[in-house]
């Protein structure tokens, strides 16, 4: 019986293509190079370096002074080297740091305009009456916030606060809430429009608010009852108990007690 005889094929080594030969090699090369390109572009080129800051709104506060804070941020270096790119411009911290630096401005908007501009537009607060602390006053915005120290301004609501007289305050903080100064505005509103009674200055004490009349004597409100009932006992007790040649001898009207308004004149 015959053998049969088994061949091998002879074994061949495969050699390896060059990578210089692959297609996926060059591909990822020139991606890698476009992508290192634009982005040189759009970072590092002049054409999309900030070169200008437009702002609008601003009154009170200066441009100059704005623009010094936006700069101090865009000399910032970036991935190591220094670069002004439109794109890279951190814009919450700009906006931030002017808010911390001027607490004139409430509000404020940046916005970027290409390929070089950052557009800034201010909201600044706006004064709404003078807040005092000992002999310390300041400007008082519509929140509650001081944001400038000043002298007593005649055409503004004068609040004098004595329960902080010890604290330290800050400008761009809220001393007083927006609920308090609400009633404070809308006092003053009845009083002048309604019952022709010429207000001097508002006191903030604990448990009480006293209103202190251009003719001298004053009003007691609890600003945590209500308003409106205190108000309406004040316009009853004036006209039915204290004719007007009478006021100017009053030392005060008390509103904080139920359905009372008692008063007194001075000794």
Not at 108 to 134: H, M, S, Y
């Amino acid at each position: 019986m015959r053998k049969v005889r088994s061949f091998r094929k002879p074994y061949r080594i495969k050699r390896k293509k060059s990578i210089f030969k692959n297609r996926f090699f060059w591909l990822t090369f020139l991606i890698l190079i476009l992508s290192g390109a634009i982005f040189y572009f759009f970072v590092f080129s002049s054409f999309f370096q900030v070169k200008r800051i437009i702002i609008s709104g601003n009154e009170s506060v200066s441009k100059e002074g704005i623009v010094a804070v936006v700069e101090y941020n865009l000399e910032k270096k970036n991935l190591f080297f220094p670069t002004k790119s439109v794109f890279l411009v951190n814009l919450d911290k700009i906006k931030k740091d002017i808010l911390n630096s001027f607490p004139q401005i409430a509000e404020i908007e940046i916005g970027r305009g290409f390929p070089d501009v950052l557009n800034i537009i201010v909201i600044e607060r706006l004064r709404l009456a003078t807040w005092c602390q000992k002999d310390n006053c300041f400007l008082l915005d519509n929140e509650g916030v001081i944001f400038k120290e000043t002298h007593l301004e005649g055409d503004l609501i004068e609040i004098i606060d004595t329960q902080k007289i010890d604290s330290v305050v800050v400008l761009g903080e809220k001393v007083i809430e927006k609920d308090y100064l609400e009633k404070i505005l809308k006092i003053q509103k009845n009083l002048s429009e309604e019952l022709r009674i010429g207000v001097e200055e508002f006191v903030i004490f604990n448990e009480r608010l006293n209103v202190k009349t251009s003719d001298g004597w004053e009003i007691y409100f609890d600003p945590k009852e209500d308003l409106n009932w205190q108000i309406t006992k004040l316009s009853l007790v004036l006209e039915e108990k204290i004719p007007p040649e009478n006021r100017k001898d009053l030392e005060y009207i008390e509103l904080r007690f139920g359905d009372l308004a008692s008063f007194r004149y001075k000794q």
